[in-house]
């Protein structure tokens, strides 16, 4: 399963983007783009530390294909 991206616009005009299923993980954008940009860079390396860790993460079965 993809992990979903919640995008929405701040009264100032900056751009939030945060993932649910990763509470903590969201960031700010001057624009839709750059804020979906920054909370992906930033939900890849909260995954890298909790697998380095041993800790649980999300089922993210559909973002990897591993080949025979």
């Not at 701040?10 to 299923?21: I, S, V, Y």
């Not at 979906?36 to 993460?57: K, S």
Request: proline share 7%.
């Amino acid at each position: 399963m993809p992990l979903k991206i919640e995008v929405e616009q701040e009264d100032d005009g900056r751009w939030l983007a945060e993932l649910p299923d990763l509470p903590g993980v969201l960031a700010y954008g001057q624009s839709r783009a750059e804020a979906v940009e920054h909370v992906q860079a930033l939900a890849l390396r909260v995954l890298a530390d909790r697998l380095d860790h041993g800790e649980a993460i999300p089922d993210i079965d559909a973002v990897f294909a591993v080949t025979p």
